[in-house]
């Protein structure tokens, strides 16, 4: 048991060296078996739940579940009548039916998708927050001052699709290196969210409605989060 827990931990540590050297040949099978994982979290994030409609849909199936079940129970002639778990078991299978039926139109949707899709390229899901940590811990860790970083920004792929969106600002520091980083979303003003990777800030996120306020923040080596917090306390 000892021995199948320590090759469990060193192909882990296998895994998370090879994918941090940016190796798309180990990324592709990753981000098939694990992809799904941020896609549920991000997707949650931006969940509501609507009451009414959840409501509705619990009662339905209640009724649903009754009245099967009276039903059978009529119609059923054999000893000891219609049981219960009979009517669970018919009711588990139909809503299988139905959830696997919705996964094929998702499969046949994303295939048709992926072949008018380039290939081969793992990270044409990637979203603006995954692109800044990956901005970051590369300005961070390999030897680039911000105007070699703005010119592969310029360059990248993926930037420039996350970009159509978005306003990817590096912040230089007196000696050229990269102070910090901030996405801005494009458009109005109160949508969306504006997030900041900073040596001394550290990550965060505000509304983008105080996207000025935070890039003149991480312009001046500050805490976007402790200005923000500052001018609401001025204003109360």
């Known amino acids: 048991m000892r021995r199948a827990v320590n090759a469990l931990i060193v192909a882990l540590v296998l895994v998370f060296v090879v994918m941090s050297m940016q190796v798309w040949i180990v990324q592709l099978p990753f981000a098939l078996a694990f992809g799904w994982i941020p896609f549920i979290r991000e997707s949650f994030a931006a969940m509501s739940i609507d009451w009414v409609a959840s409501g509705t849909a619990v009662a ?22 219609w049981r219960p778990r009979w009517t669970f078991s018919a009711l588990l299978g139909l809503f299988t039916i139905f959830a696997s039926g919705t996964a094929m139109i998702g499969v046949i949707h994303q295939t048709i998708w992926l072949t008018r899709a380039p290939m081969l390229d793992i990270e044409m899901g990637i979203s603006a927050r995954s692109l800044g940590d990956m901005l970051w811990h590369e300005a961070k860790n390999k030897p680039s001052d911000a105007a070699q970083l703005r010119a592969k920004i310029a360059a990248d792929r993926t930037c420039m699709r996350i970009e159509e969106a978005n306003r990817i600002i590096v912040v230089p520091s007196a000696d050229g290196a990269v102070e910090a980083i901030a996405i801005i979303p494009r458009g109005r003003a109160d949508d969306g969210a504006v997030m900041w990777w900073s040596g001394r800030a550290g990550r965060g996120q505000a509304p983008a409605a105080a996207q000025v306020v935070v890039v003149r923040s991480l312009e001046r080596g500050e805490d976007p989060a402790a200005t923000i917090a500052d001018a609401e306390r001025e204003i109360r």
């Open 60 to 81: 339905c199936l209640l009724a649903l579940a009754l009245g099967a079940h009276a039903l059978a129970r009529r119609l059923s002639a054999g000893p000891g009548g």
